[in-house]
C-alpha cells in the first residue's frame, strides 16, 4: 500500500466498525501522525474537521523519542537511540510542514486550535469552546464528569523524567529551527 492511499483503508475500517450500530456518531479520531497525511484524509473525509493542540515540538521532542524507544524494546533488545532520535525529528518537522501546506491550501477554517498551556489553565473553558464551534452542547452531567477526570487524573499524574537529549543524538538548538515556521503560525493560531 503506498503511503499516500492511507485514508482509504482507514475508511473502510471505521465503516466496519460502525457497522450495525443504531446510531451512528461521528468519529474523533486522535492521531498525530495525521499530520503527515492530511490530503489523503480530505479525499477520503471530505467533511473532517481537525483539532490541534499546540506547543513547540522541540519542547516534547525528548518525550516522544523516549516513547518510541520503550516501544522498540519490545521488538529489540537494543533499540538506535540515535535512529529513532532522527527519525522523530525527520517525521515532526515533515509533519509540521505538509500542515502549514494543507492549511495555506484553503483548510484553514477547517481548524480548531488550542494552545497546550491554555488547556491546562482552564480545560473546561477551551473543551467549552471546542464544542461550540463543532455546534455540539456541553451538557452539565459532561461538564461533572470531565471536572472530576480532570482532578483524578491531575492528583494521580507523575512527573516525566527523560534521557537527556544527547541519549537520543539530539542537539535541541539544532532542532528548534526545524519548527520555527510552525512556531511562529501557532501563536498567530492560538492568540485571542
Known sequence: ???GSVSIPERRVLKLLQWGEPVRRPWRLKCPSHLLFLPQLDAAFPD?????THRDPTDV????????TEVSKLMSEAPDLHYLGQLNVEHWSVGMERA???RDAGHDARFYDIEFQAMQRDPLGEVRRLYAWLGE????????RMQCWWRENAEARVASVHPEPAAFGLDLDRVRPLFAGYVERMRQWTTR
Do not use: C, G, H, Y
Request: hydrophobic content about 65%.
Open 1 to 3: 500500500m503506498l503511503p
Open 48 to 52: 473532517a474537521r481537525f483539532v490541534m
Open 61 to 68: 521532542m525528548v518525550s516522544v523519542v523516549d516513547v518510541f
Open 100 to 102: 502549514l501546506a494543507f
Open 137 to 144: 452542547p456541553v451538557s452539565e452531567t459532561f461538564e461533572q
